[in-house]
């Protein structure tokens, strides 16, 4: 006679901050910020002669004689700084309340007593991905043990098919908006390069003029290349940084889940050695 088997219950979702999707209003954002800054600050007077001298030497001053690749870098920098606050938040909720190896070395030593009421009172209180993957599994690892009809392969495999799910359910939190600042590492320097190319040719367009009435162009040509190369260097560095740095926290999540499903599987197999 057939078994009807039950399907497994959705797992739950963290909650709290889970991240921005619409992430093309943070760049939108970013670029009236950016534009703001460059006309406001950087083109204010104090930086910049009603002749349109950089008055001594002025640092913002001169970047601002960076031309108008100068915003466009900007509004990368800022989309950088502003997707790395949001990472940071929404990475904190998934990592959960409390210390995350030590969560999951307690998770372990609960099963490892067969002490099921325990890793659900630590899940609760941990809250975030690993504790709603493992409260998941935990939850199946029960209806399994409730289950008759089924072989000890198939209760396993059922385990690890709801912590595989509850984890897929987490990782666009984990992940969201990394492609972009991934995207930003290559196109700052790109950007960088595009201005620089612009203000050479801007100098070497004043020197091939000749004559000294055109030091100032080729002065300001090579302002601008030198401006755009550090601009887009700057970017690129901290986009790099902010990339590595939340690849790796996602890295130990992912290890984390994998080493408790691992532990959950292999409990089940060794407390139920006797079934068929």
């Known amino acids: 006679m057939a078994t009807t088997q039950k ?55 001169t970047i601002y004689k960076g031309g108008i690749v100068v915003p466009v870098i900007i509004t990368l920098l800022f989309t950088v700084i502003a997707l790395s606050i949001e990472r940071w938040l929404a990475l904190n909720t998934a990592f959960g309340k409390g210390k995350l190896p ?41 209806e399994m043990e409730a289950t008759a009809g089924m072989k000890k392969e198939q209760k396993i495999a059922r385990i690890q098919q709801a912590h595989e799910e509850a984890t897929q359910l987490e990782m666009p939190t984990l992940t969201m908006n990394m492609p972009i600042i991934a995207t930003i590492v290559t196109l700052g320097t790109l950007t960088a390069l595009f201005g620089t190319v612009v203000g050479m040719i801007r100098s070497f367009a004043a020197l091939a003029a000749g004559g000294g009435a055109d030091s100032q162009a080729l002065s300001l040509g090579i302002s601008e290349a030198l401006v755009n190369t550090a601009s887009g260097i700057l970017t690129s560095w901290v986009a790099v940084v902010a990339y590595n740095y939340y690849t790796n926290k996602i890295d130990k999540l992912t290890f984390a889940l994998d080493e408790v499903g691992y532990s959950i599987a292999q409990t089940y197999e060794a407390n139920h050695a006797e079934e068929a």
């Open 102 to 142: 030590k969560f999951v070395a307690n998770i372990k030593a609960a099963l490892n007593a067969n002490d099921f009421v325990k890793a659900q009172q630590l899940c609760d209180a941990q809250r975030g991905t690993v504790a709603n993957v493992v409260g998941a599994s935990l939850k199946t690892y029960k």
């Open 7 to 61: 399907a497994a219950a959705p797992a739950k979702k963290s909650t709290g901050f889970q991240g921005i999707k619409a992430a093309f209003w943070i760049i939108v954002v970013c670029f009236i910020l950016a534009v703001c800054f460059f006309k406001f600050f950087l083109g204010n007077s104090d930086h910049i002669a009603e002749n349109g001298e950089v008055i001594d030497g002025n640092i913002w001053g």
